[in-house]
């Protein structure tokens, strides 16, 4: 099956630091990824659409600006987390849909754990 | 996109079957539905995907009524490792295939 992967699975980083985290599609090319936000015993919340050669598009109430996505390969991208804050602190998901495949369907990274202090 | 209605928790015994059902009312006509399983801390699985009347792969069954209002997910034979969130969600893929996540349903299964 086709594998998603994401680095750092945690990272711990102090207040007003950027953290960039890393979704990777291994086995195939994604033209589209997404990143989710999970908080503590809550449904995953879609942040961002992430496409190949072009501008992320955000959901409402997302900031463009601290939650910045590139996309800058098929099979790579990136979500870094500017100035992060303790409320930033969440499980970060990405996932990738693979052209062609069955609708709907997306592979899921394993998730980034940030805890920013 | 279609909202979608789960129970927030149900429990079960190892060897049961286990039916989670979902309420997707507003489901459109070109909407797939499609089951994800999460465990803590980590991404969501696929588990299997429909359109109307029954899908069975290796791990469950997906059963859509003929007015596709509403699915139930079939889980044979429940052992603990199947304790999980199970999310149902429905779209169809589209151009960008973003899925949105309800609450979905708290899986405990005892032993």
């Known amino acids: 099956g086709a594998v998603v992967s994401q680095h750092p699975s945690r990272v711990i980083c102090k207040s007003g630091t950027s953290v960039k985290i890393e979704c990777r599609s291994l086995?195939?090319?994604?033209?589209?990824m997404f990143w989710y936000r999970q908080f503590p015993k809550q449904s995953l919340m879609l942040m961002a659409t992430?496409?190949?050669?072009?501008?992320?598009?955000?959901e409402q109430g997302v900031e463009k600006d601290k939650f910045l996505i590139n996309h800058a390969s098929l099979t790579l991208s990136t979500l870094t987390v500017t100035s992060a804050h303790p409320e930033d602190s969440s499980f970060y998901i990405c996932?990738?849909?693979?052209?062609?495949?069955?609708?709907?369907?997306?592979?899921f990274g394993p998730g980034t754990r940030l805890t920013v202090l | 996109l279609a909202k979608t209605t789960q129970p927030i928790s149900m429990d079960s015994y190892e060897g049961q079957e286990v039916n989670i059902t979902c309420s997707h009312n507003?489901?459109?006509?070109?909407?797939?539905i499609t089951w994800y399983q999460q465990f803590p801390s980590q991404g969501p699985r696929f588990i299997i995907q429909?359109?109307?009347t029954k899908v069975t792969n290796e791990v469950a069954s997906l059963f859509i009524p003929a007015d596709r209002k509403s699915s139930t997910l079939s889980l044979p034979r429940v052992s603990l490792s199947d304790t999980a969130v199970y999310y149902c969600?429905?779209?169809?893929?589209?151009?960008?295939?973003?899925?949105?996540f309800g609450k979905g349903t708290k899986l405990s299964v005892k032993p």
């Open positions: 429909g359109y109307k």
């Open positions: 507003n489901i459109a006509t070109n909407d797939y």
């Open positions: 996932s990738a849909r693979r052209q062609g495949f069955r609708d709907n369907e997306q592979f």
């Open positions: 086995d195939f090319q994604a033209t589209t």
């Open positions: 969600l429905v779209g169809d893929g589209g151009s960008q295939g973003n899925l949105i």
């Open positions: 992430s496409n190949e050669g072009s501008k992320a598009t955000y």
